[in-house]
């Protein structure tokens, strides 16, 4: 079993893949594989809308030349995905939004191909727009057709510089148990 999580933030190893660190972590414990990808650097823009998808049905997004098939492709072998933004003016960030426009329209095009995959969302956040991040996530999982788990709180945590979140206890906390429920039904949908 594996989760692939993808790290949405402009500024690689920060507060959102800290807080993705510690759901991984619980899931590497219930021996569950995991990868972090990090956008930050990466080429992706968003959908062009040129509907190529739904005519080849090849599980591919025609646009070919950045890091968007790879990421596709990575979600279309995982059994779970996490996607991590932090908030950007009360949203996620333009990359992660690029990576849902275009894996959401290839899924919907081949048929919900990642229906049934276990999808969570993490978010930081300095102050406030955390939620809505949070919600902006979870729009992309609830209409492919995947089964999200929840946690002890919204899945977000604080902190402003590098490194922060590490003092948000409860936001640490409701990583730790995302990660513990992820695994717990991951385990239990592949029955
Ligand atoms: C362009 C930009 C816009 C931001 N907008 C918000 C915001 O609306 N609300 C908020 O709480 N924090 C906002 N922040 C702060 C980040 O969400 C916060 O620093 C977060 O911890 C960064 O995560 P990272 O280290 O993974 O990049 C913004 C940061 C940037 C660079």
Redesign the pocket.
Same mark, same amino acid.
């Given at each position: 079993m594996k989760v692939v999580a993808f !790290?949405g933030? /402009?500024?690689k190893d &920060? !507060?959102? $893949?800290?807080l993705i660190n510690y759901a991984l972590m619980e899931l590497g414990r219930e021996g569950i594989e995991t990868e972090l990808v990090q956008l930050a650097g990466k080429k992706i823009h968003g959908c062009i809308a040129c509907y190529k998808c739904m005519q080849n049905k090849d599980r591919e997004c025609a646009v070919k030349e950045d890091i968007a098939n790879e990421c596709i492709q990575k979600m279309a072998e995982a059994d779970g995905i996490i996607l991590g933004s932090?908030?950007?003016?009360? %949203?996620l960030t333009t990359e992660m939004k690029a990576l849902i426009d275009r894996a959401g329209l290839v899924s919907r095009a081949n048929d919900f191909m990642l229906k049934h995959k276990a999808g969570a969302a993490i978010v $930081? $956040?300095?102050? /406030?727009? &955390?939620t809505n991040t949070f919600d902006s996530i979870n729009h992309f999982f609830l209409m492919a057709q995947m089964i999200v788990p929840g946690s002890s709180y919204w899945n977000i &945590?604080i &902190?402003?510089?590098?490194g %922060?979140?590490e003092k948000d206890e409860e936001g640490i906390q409701t990583m730790k148990v995302l990660g513990q429920n992820m695994a717990w039904l991951l385990k239990n949908i592949s029955r």
């Open positions: !790290n933030s /402009a500024r &920060g !507060n959102t $893949a800290i932090p908030t950007y003016f009360a %949203d $930081a $956040a300095r102050r /406030a727009g &955390g &945590g &902190g402003r510089e590098k %922060d979140v």
